[in-house]
């Protein structure tokens, strides 16, 4: 057979649909053996004795069969471990990017607008723009608080079948005014995502007693809880909203080791809650020794912390040849010039971070 002719009218330039030709991939720096505090991963690994648990558990499982369908036992765990009001219902997701993927193709009517704030999280535009939707991005105040005229004005111009609200935002780490969030839900035309990525570092911050309002629906993941790699997201709010949803979510999207390990490790999820805890108080601390070298910052309710540098380019190269990997976005958006989003590590990891900057800054 003749080798593939990209350039042929059988070749992706010519059928893949030019609104995707036009996207980037989402981009991930591979570790190398670099201290990773690029992905907002909680640092700890399980303890050994439920890791050993865990293993028990899986290999019980039976993996010649598919997945509960229905998902009911994981469901039940995940009700229980986040206080899932009784009234409202959940939607499974491989993560939670999937369940924003879902949302996408379900409202992504000829026309349809996907509106969220920026600088935000990727996935907003790009699961938006791959359902066939038009995105709108409503830029944040220049201390990445919602400017709330210019949102509701956006609103009303652009009448978004579905707005994405980050709750602590990403990445800039802050929670929106809770005001603003509800008057943005007053005057929304369409369904409002409340994302909580971030719920477990916000000190109880939630929308999810709100969540059974006709058009606000709340979005978790056990992700940044420290289960980054189960691939495990929920949707929450009212069943006619998830019903919809339901016949686009592929039936078996939670797999059956990913499910089996999620039961286990939520009932359990104390050490979490511990680790958790920990982060919170190593954020402090590294907000308190980034003051002290004289690093601009900004303030956080998640488990990194937006910073900004003289030389965002050098400064992510100086740290990355002293062996640890942040997250550069500088020339992402306007806001965000020269700015580095630092995950916060472990008590030693986060020493070498402020070591190294001390070096590459002083
Ligand atoms: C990390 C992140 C997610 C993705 O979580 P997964 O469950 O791992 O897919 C969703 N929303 C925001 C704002 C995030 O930062």
Redesign the pocket.
């Known amino acids: 057979m003749a080798p593939a002719q990209v350039s042929s009218g059988r070749g992706p330039q010519a059928l893949v649909r030019e609104e995707i030709r036009a996207l980037q991939a989402y981009h991930v720096v591979p570790p190398e053996g670099l201290i990773k505090l690029d992905?907002?991963e909680n640092p700890y690994r399980l303890p050994e004795p439920l890791a050993a648990e865990m293993g028990a558990r899986l290999a019980s499982v039976a993996v010649n069969r598919y997945p509960d369908p229905t998902g009911r036992a994981l469901k039940a765990r995940l009700r229980e471990a986040m206080g899932v009001p009784a009234a409202h219902d959940i939607l499974l997701?491989n993560?939670?990017?999937?369940?924003?993927q879902i949302i996408a193709l379900a409202l992504a009517r000829p026309g349809a607008v996907a509106l969220a704030p920026e600088p935000?999280?990727a996935?907003y535009r790009l699961s938006a723009i791959a359902a066939g939707m038009r995105y709108v991005g409503v830029p944040l105040a220049a201390d990445f608080s919602l400017d709330e005229p210019a949102f509701l004005g956006a609103l009303e111009t652009h009448r978004p079948a579905l707005t994405w609200i980050?709750y602590p935002?990403?990445p800039s780490g802050n929670l929106f005014s809770r005001a603003a969030i509800e008057r943005i839900l007053e005057a929304a035309p369409g369904l409002v995502v409340v994302?909580e990525?971030?719920y477990a570092f916000a000190g109880g911050a939630t929308w999810m007693p709100e969540a059974g309002h006709e058009n606000l629906i709340v979005?978790r993941?056990?992700?940044?809880l420290g289960l980054?790699g189960l691939?495990?997201?929920c949707a929450i709010g009212p069943r006619e909203w998830l019903d919809e949803f339901e016949k686009l979510r592929l039936p078996y999207n939670v797999n059956v080791l990913s499910a089996a390990a999620g039961d286990l490790l939520l009932a359990h999820r104390a050490v979490l809650e511990e680790q958790t805890r920990r982060i919170v108080e190593d954020r402090g601390r590294l907000e308190e020794a980034l003051d002290a070298i004289g690093v601009e910052r900004f303030p956080s309710a998640a488990n990194f912390i937006l910073v900004r540098v003289a030389d965002a380019p050098r400064a992510f190269e100086g740290l990355r040849e002293r062996g640890i990997l942040v997250r550069t976005f500088h020339g992402t958006h306007p806001l965000l010039a020269h700015c580095l989003r630092l995950t916060v590590g472990t008590p030693d990891e986060n020493r070498r971070l402020i070591e190294a900057l001390r070096s590459i800054l002083g």
């Open positions: 992905a907002m997701g993560g939670s990017d999937e369940i924003l935000g999280f996935m980050a935002n990403n994302d990525a971030y979005v993941t056990v992700s940044k980054a691939r495990l997201g």
